[in-house]
């Protein structure tokens, strides 16, 4: 009788790590958060002009200071933007901008011209629900000026929010995955 008591409590042990293991509220696995190292917004003029804001930090935070190059623009003329996201911190370059197209609807980039930059920017394409997303734009520029244009990609925003569609990121909630501030002329 002893020796079927103990199989019946090693069968028990067994049976209750088996179940334990398998539990449905273990948290899920979440993929790790993605690395942008270098950020391009590539303006096209009407008159076929190219200006490209960009930023690189190859070693992330807290070692070197980013690259940033800003930009001079037209007065009062509107630009085609594009903007190209990039981990070049690994061989081949990880094109991240490809991650943003397919998870469009967990992503909308967030243009905010500075209160002396006389500079407006609208969406140019949508997710399948019809929210922006921001990677086509169109900025179009005012009478000259200068000041700064931040650019802020959100993951997962709630796009359905007050304004958050017409690119006011005050309610938008979400995480910032990059965020930089371009120093812009317009004559």
Same mark, same amino acid.
């Given at each position: 009788?002893?020796?079927?008591?103990?199989?019946?409590?090693?069968?028990?042990?067994?049976?209750?790590?088996?179940?334990? @293991?398998?539990?449905?509220?273990?948290?899920?696995?979440?993929?790790?958060?993605?690395?942008?190292?270098?950020?391009?917004?590539?303006?096209?003029?009407?008159?076929?002009?190219?200006?490209?804001?960009?930023?690189?930090?190859?070693?992330?935070?807290?070692?070197?200071?980013?690259?940033?190059?800003?930009?001079?623009?037209?007065?009062?003329?509107?630009?085609?933007?594009? @903007?190209?996201?990039?981990?070049?911190?690994?061989?081949?370059?990880?094109?991240?901008?490809?991650?943003?197209?397919?998870?469009?609807?967990?992503?909308?980039?967030?243009?905010?011209?500075?209160?002396?930059?006389? @500079?407006?920017?609208?969406?140019?394409?949508?997710?399948?629900?019809?929210?922006?997303?921001?990677?086509?734009?169109?900025?179009?520029?005012?009478?000259?000026?200068?000041?700064?244009?931040?650019?802020?990609?959100?993951?997962?925003?709630?796009?359905?929010?007050?304004?958050?569609?017409?690119?006011?990121?005050?309610?938008?909630?979400?995480?910032?995955?990059?965020?930089? @501030?371009?120093?812009?002329?317009?004559?």
């Amino acid at each position: 009788m002893k020796f079927s008591n103990k199989i019946f409590l090693i069968i028990s042990l067994f049976a209750f790590a088996f179940l334990t @293991a398998c539990n449905d509220n273990d948290p899920p696995t979440t993929s790790p958060e993605e690395v942008i190292t270098t950020l391009n917004y590539t303006l096209v003029s009407t008159t076929g002009s190219v200006v490209t804001l960009s930023f690189q930090d190859l070693d992330g935070d807290g070692g070197n200071d980013p690259i940033i190059t800003g930009g001079t623009l037209m007065a009062n003329t509107t630009y085609v933007g594009t @903007a190209e996201f990039l981990n070049e911190s690994v061989s081949p370059t990880d094109v991240i901008t490809e991650e943003i197209e397919e998870e469009d609807d967990e992503h909308q980039l967030f243009f905010v011209p500075g209160s002396s930059l006389n @500079a407006t920017v609208t969406y140019l394409d949508t997710d399948d629900d019809g929210n922006p997303v921001g990677l086509s734009s169109s900025l179009t520029t005012g009478d000259a000026s200068s000041g700064k244009l931040t650019i802020i990609l959100r993951h997962q925003p709630d796009k359905s929010a007050a304004n958050v569609s017409d690119g006011d990121i005050t309610n938008a909630g979400g995480e910032t995955d990059i965020e930089v @501030a371009f120093d812009i002329i317009i004559q």
